[in-house]
């Protein structure tokens, strides 16, 4: 079955800038929230090319779904959503297990330890989903097609599912990277860290323009 349609479930930042790249590359959108209204200023950009909805209507449009909610709130969304939404299905996963405490240094603190991602969390919870963790490590004003001069940022992966990361991965080759599948669920453990790499720039010099490239020979 062609993958033709997206359900997002979240509407903050993330949210809208995955979406807006769905729709560039010729998907079809829709995008959930806990309240559709706080989505009525972006539909309007939009016009008709995406619908809003709940989280359960999201899930239950899209034949990949992304979930872009704040890692503190991701079990209750995906709960909200209804697991009979999304049994079967793959959820690109671009949490990160972020805390509400302050910065120390430029680093961010966590609400998860290195024995157990977010991510893993949710596979064990939501067991009939296939999990992809992607998108966790970069800006969302560089989510789509980012331009580093012609280089293509690389962007990391991890899911217990082979035809899920494919899926992905071919979503994320539209969308500009490189794709390093890292294997199965553990190695989120590695993958949700980048985030906390990624933000010190962003927070010591107020620099937020930069991606990640594993280089090869």
Known sequence: MAISKIGIIGSGDVAKALAAGFLKHGYSVRIGSRTPDALSVWKKTTGDKAETGYFSDAASFGDILV????????????????????????IIDATNPIADAA????????????????????????????????????????????????IRPSMFIAGNNEQSKKDVGHILDLFGFD???????????AIEPLCMLWCIPGFLRNDWVHAFKLLKK
Do not use: C, H, Y
């Open 67 to 90: 979930l872009a909610v704040k890692g503190s709130v991701a079990q209750s969304a995906l709960l909200l959503a209804g697991e009979k939404n999304f049994e079967g299905k793959t």
């Open 103 to 150: 910065p120390e240094n430029g680093v961010i603190r966590f609400f998860t330890n290195l024995d157990k991602s977010l991510m893993e969390q949710l596979q064990d919870k939501f067991p009939k989903a296939n999990f992809v963790k992607a998108f966790n490590s970069i800006g969302n004003s560089l989510m789509v097609n980012p331009d580093f001069g012609g």
């Open 179 to 189: 794709v390093e599948d890292m294997g199965k669920s553990e190695a989120v453990r």
